[in-house]
């Protein structure tokens, strides 16, 4: 999968949001191209410009051990910057991962699920 | 033009000689036509039936029987029938008489439609003495090949059907153990099964699998397992009627090692003794049998025969296992490993999948591409089957084969749909995890990513309940803390990067976890209805 087709972002300027949504399970497999391409998206958009950042993870079904290592670094990056961090989550699988990790303590977690068809 | 001509005589008027060549009807509505051919295929040393129309033809035919006949040579255009209509005709009643069909020059398409028919060959006006006799020599020949084929074709089924009733058939106590997924795809030869119910409460099984499916094959396979009855009758054991037979096939019935001309026969003979609870396998050239035990996890019996017919000084294996623990005992067919190979999916979900679909009466839609043959002995026949964990996988790692997770994880998911179905649903996803998370800690602890060092994977599925169960095991040196404390006390949040985060997460997502031998060892198990 190429870095546009792994991660994208959409500024929504007028509300201060920053969506980059990650159209990948973040796995050991992924997590090292999921990372650079995340720093990437963000790159692109001045920090001033927005306040809050949509992680919208709702394409993957899958996360591991190291996956949730690399979102509790990236949200803890981005918290010490001042940022607001909001999950957006669809399989019920990562969505208890979640909950187990604490990660869901640590961000605004929005889960609606979806019977995974892939 | 009509063809050269000697005097014309009576159509029907038989000939003097009994045709040494065979016997053709010819079917000309020409008089002239019909005399040149009667003459020009007597030459040829055939009997010549004569007839002018296809009517005609029709009642001789009916009349003497088809098989009176070696072939037909018929003109096409003729008043009221032509000759496609009398090459239909004799193809719906006998598909190996064979038929030419003569046109007049020009009508090529009228050729093609005869050969879309299935007509042996055509002949073009005007025909010479040469041409008509080659063609006919050609049909009568093709006519006797057929034939032969039909006839042996038919002794096959006869075969197949006698081997079937005899040796496949299970009486009640037989039954009651046994589940049964047999699918030859040919009449003889291939794979074979018997099974018999011996004095006291022992039972013989024996499972093979013959190189071929011809005439010969069918006959090894059958005389084979007249032996094993015949031996087990007088006492002896199924290791010397292997080793006799195995004599037989390398000296006297096929030449030394393996060629073109030789049989060979992998074969397993299980003789259960349930009051002795124990069972001696005996095996040559066969698959591995599987002991399952109450967690639905296997264990293997030795191999390293080679088959017989390839090496005389080479006997069977031989080994017996103690039935303790032991729910039910499984073989099967090397066609059973290449086909879940096939499909990309571990045998025993395969395994599982066929002998579901049998049980629920289920026609199944899987088609092998060879035969199939698998049998599960169950020990204890009054408990229902859906009642015991059954397997679903087990598969041995490499510890450098963590390079490798993302191929395993799709073998895993295939292999667990396959068996389970949909039943899952998104708790799927939550085994995924658990499986992955459960692995990488085996390759990278158990075995430190070496490739000297092997970890396991096993799945089992019970059916009635609806629980997968699954046990990892690595060949690490384990720990001395008590991991599931250790569990208990982790704060993600706190420590940032938590300490055993994997062994964590399947904790939680899973619905019973444990460990044994020093953390080496993990179990948990998923109920699909949580």
């Known amino acids: 999968m190429s870095t546009r087709e792994l991660i994208s972002s ?28 995340f720093r990437e998206a963000v790159a692109q958009h001045p920090m001033e410009t927005w306040k809050t950042i949509y992680f919208d993870l709702r394409n993957a079904r899958m996360i591991d051990s190291k996956g949730v290592n690399w979102l509790f670094s990236e949200v803890r ?14 399989s019920p699988a990562i969505h208890r991962v979640m909950e187990f990790s604490g990660l869901e303590q640590l961000v605004i977690m929005k889960f609606r699920r979806r019977r995974q068809t892939r | 033009m009509p063809a050269p001509h000697s005097t014309p005589t009576q159509p029907n008027e038989p000939t003097d000689s009994v045709g ?127 034939r032969k084929f039909e006839y042996d074709q038919a002794g096959l089924r006869d075969a197949g059907r006698l081997d079937r009733f005899f040796n496949t058939t299970l009486g009640e106590e037989l039954s009651a153990h046994i589940r049964l997924v047999y699918q030859p795809l040919h009449e003889v030869g291939g794979d074979f099964f018997s099974a018999r119910k011996l004095a006291g409460d022992r039972f013989l099984i024996v499972a093979g699998d013959v190189s071929g499916h011809d005439i010969r094959s069918g006959f090894v396979s059958a005389y084979f397992q007249g032996m094993i009855r015949g031996f087990e009758e007088a006492g002896q054991s199924a290791r010397e009627a292997f080793s ?14 393996v060629d073109a001309g030789a049989t060979s026969l992998s074969v397993c003979a299980l003789e259960f003794d349930l009051a002795q609870s124990s069972v001696t396998v005996t095996s040559s050239g066969f698959p591995p049998v599987v002991f399952c035990d109450r967690h639905g996890f296997v264990t293997h019996s030795i191999t390293g025969a080679f088959p017989m017919g390839w090496d005389r000084t080479r006997g069977p294996v031989r080994e017996i296992r103690p039935l303790d623990d032991v729910s039910f005992v499984c073989m099967h067919t090397d066609g059973l490993i290449d086909f879940a190979t096939e499909l990309e999916i571990d045998p025993l979900s395969l395994a599982q999948r066929l002998i579901m679909d049998g049980k629920e009466g289920v026609n199944s839609a899987l088609h092998s591409p060879d035969d199939l043959l698998l049998i599960r002995f169950f020990i204890n026949p009054e408990q229902s089957t859906t009642a015991l964990f059954q397997p679903i996988l087990h598969e041995s790692y490499s510890g450098d084969e963590y390079q490798d997770i993302d191929h395993l994880q799709a073998v895993w998911r295939r292999s667990i749909q396959f068996a ?81 985060l994997g ?28």
Request: with cysteine.
């Open chain 2, 244 to 257: 006799v037979f195995n004599r037989l096939l390398c000296d006297e019935w096929g030449g030394p090692g």
């Open chain 1, 10 to 37: 959409e500024l929504k300027a007028s509300k201060k949001r920053l969506v980059i949504p990650i159209n990948s399970d973040i796995t050991s497999s992924t997590v090292d191209a999921v990372g650079e391409a």
């Open chain 2, 20 to 146: 040494r060549a065979g016997t053709v009807l010819v079917v000309d509505d020409d008089p002239h036509g019909l005399t040149f051919f009667r003459a020009s295929l007597k030459l040829c040393g055939f009997r010549v039936v004569a007839t002018m129309n296809v009517a005609e033809a029709q009642e001789r035919l009916e009349a003497m029987g088809m098989d009176a006949f070696d072939a037909v040579l018929s003109d096409f255009r003729m008043p009221e029938a032509t000759g496609l209509d009398l090459l239909r005709w004799i193809r719906a009643r006998d598909r190996s008489l064979s038929t030419v069909i003569i046109t007049a020059q020009g009508e090529k398409d009228l050729v093609k439609a005869s050969l879309s028919e299935g007509a042996t060959e055509f002949l073009e006006k005007p025909i010479t003495h040469q041409a008509l006799r080659d063609a006919m020599l050609k049909a009568a020949a093709d006519t006797a090949r057929m």
């Open chain 2, 420 to 500: 389970v179905g949909d039943e899952l649903g998104d708790r799927l996803y939550d085994l995924l995890i658990c499986l992955r998370e459960g692995m990488l800690n085996a390759f990278h602890h158990g075995c430190e990513g070496s490739p000297e060092k092997i970890c396991t994977l096993q799945m089992s599925y019970l059916p009635d309940e609806k629980v997968v169960r699954v046990r990892i095991d690595d060949p690490g040196k384990g720990h001395n803390f008590d991991l599931k404390k250790r569990l208990a006390e982790m704060d993600i949040a706190a420590e940032g990067r938590g300490r055993n």
């Open chain 1, 77 to 90: 990056n981005l918290q010490t910057r001042g940022k607001i961090v909001v999950f957006q989550v669809a």
């Open chain 2, 503 to 530: 062994l964590g997460i399947i904790q939680h997502l899973s619905d019973k976890f444990g460990i044994e031998n020093k953390g080496t060892s993990l179990l948990f198990d998923f109920h699909v209805h949580p």
